[in-house]
């Protein structure tokens, strides 16, 4: 809740213009947004409530249209209704499909009819079929070809909505695609701009942010000044020198770094983020499981040595396992994990040795170099710290003001998962920089 009293007109409106602003931040991000048919659960209470009324509704209409004489008054209410959804999909050039449409659903006279007692629904519903084929999209050419064979009246009106809904779907789809690059071109100074007018009504509700960013400027504060290994393309990455106030840019770049590490049972995601919150923590999941995989790939390969891991797919095979074994992992279940993975690495060894005509590994190595690949889990295990601020150090330079320009060499050790990395900082930058913007 905001701390000031805001009435409810007042909360609502800003709901509304969150649930806008969040709209048009996910078509800009997300390339593959869709808006998406919601499907309930087939034994939720919701789902049957839906079928009961629906049947309701459909049965109804047939008790109508077997009246003697007929009652076309539901009947032709929703063949209105259809002509309006056909009307709705038709574009400004579409003329000729608009007055198809008027012509095959001209109201005064399917009234006139329906008053004397001779509307031949099935008919009239049939006539749309015909534009609903030039309207649809191919995918769903299938759907309106089965309506054709459809004969009783109720059931070929109830299946014309069915694909109207879908028709809709693929029309707003279609809208959002062509929308998109106006929509990029100008969500920076439209975001910009609602963000604002959310701040003007509710001024004091930027306290996750703010802690956030006290967090990034004690950490920048307490660096202490070291010489770059290599000329820095991006001075806001460099520490502050001691005593010196540290650059917004570096506390907001050592902020969205911080992000790669947050623990979402202890703190509050910042409010400037919260859109980008499950897609940012996705990215952390990732890194984590990265760090792991570059680990495991590190301490095989120092306990078995450069012949081994020069042997063609070998590395590749034991990355594709390792992988597979963390997938979606928590961290509290990682070394239940890393022990599959080491039995896995093992066998992987042995078949590569057994190929390349070398003795296996002795039975202390092999205890060993599982126990090392456990011992991964451990928080403080040398190998995985080191893994860590380097991959971390790697991601920094994406999100740096200098992002997309700056050379991005990449760090030692990490040559095998090169691929991955890559494809996450160009993914976590495009967020962070969108933000930063």
Request: a neutral charge; aromatic letters at 4%; glycine letters at 4%.
């Amino acid at each position: 809740s905001p701390p000031q009293m805001l009435s409810t007109s007042e909360l609502l409106e800003a709901a509304h213009e969150v649930s806008k602003l969040t709209l048009a931040h996910e078509i800009v991000l997300n390339r593959d947004f869709k808006v998406q048919a919601v499907t309930l659960a087939p034994n939720s209470l919701e789902n049957r409530v839906k079928e009961t009324v629906h049947r309701a509704f459909w049965d109804r209409l047939k008790e109508q249209l077997s009246a003697t004489p007929p009652d076309y008054t539901q009947a032709v209410q929703l063949l209105q209704e259809i002509k309006e959804a056909l009307l709705s999909l038709l574009l400004p050039r579409h003329q000729r499909l608009r007055s198809q449409i008027e012509a095959a659903l001209d109201l005064e006279l399917i009234r006139q009819e329906a008053a004397h007692g001779a509307l031949d629904v099935g008919s009239v519903a049939a006539r749309v079929l015909g534009t609903m084929a030039t309207l649809c999209a191919p995918a769903r050419d299938e759907d309106v070809r089965a309506l054709r064979s459809l004969t009783d009246p109720v059931q070929l009106l109830r299946e014309i909505f069915r694909v109207l809904d879908l028709m809709k779907m693929d029309m707003l789809n279609f809208t959002i695609q062509s929308l998109r690059p106006h929509l990029q071109e100008h969500s920076i100074q439209y975001e910009r701009k609602k963000f604002q007018e959310l701040l003007d009504k509710l001024p004091s509700s930027l306290d996750h942010t703010t802690a956030w960013l006290r967090e990034a400027a004690a950490d920048v504060s307490a660096c202490p000044p070291a010489a770059p290994a290599r000329p820095v393309a991006d001075v806001s990455l460099l520490p502050a020198s001691r005593g010196a106030a540290p650059s917004p840019a570096a506390v907001l770049s050592r902020a969205y770094v911080n992000l790669l590490r947050w623990e979402p049972a202890h703190k509050e995601y910042p409010e400037t983020l919260f859109m980008d919150r499950a897609r940012l923590q996705q990215v952390r999941s990732q890194v984590n499981q990265l760090v792991l995989v570059a680990a495991v790939l590190l301490v095989t390969s120092g306990m078995c040595g450069s012949t081994l891991f020069g042997s063609p797919g070998f590395v590749a095979r034991l990355k594709r396992v390792t992988k597979v074994l963390l997938e979606g992992l928590s961290w509290t279940r990682c070394e239940e994990a890393l022990q599959d993975v080491g039995d896995q690495v093992l066998q992987e060894v042995g078949r590569t040795l057994s190929r390349l005509g070398h003795p296996p590994l002795s039975k202390d190595k092999c205890a060993s170099l599982k126990g090392q690949i456990r011992s991964i889990a451990d928080e403080d295990n040398a190998v995985r710290r080191v893994v860590e601020q380097r991959i971390h150090s790697f991601l920094s330079l994406f999100v740096s003001p200098n992002g997309p320009n700056c050379p991005k060499d990449l760090p030692k050790g990490l040559d095998a998962i090169q691929e991955e990395l890559l494809a996450l900082g160009r993914r976590f930058g495009s967020v962070i920089h969108h933000n930063r913007q």
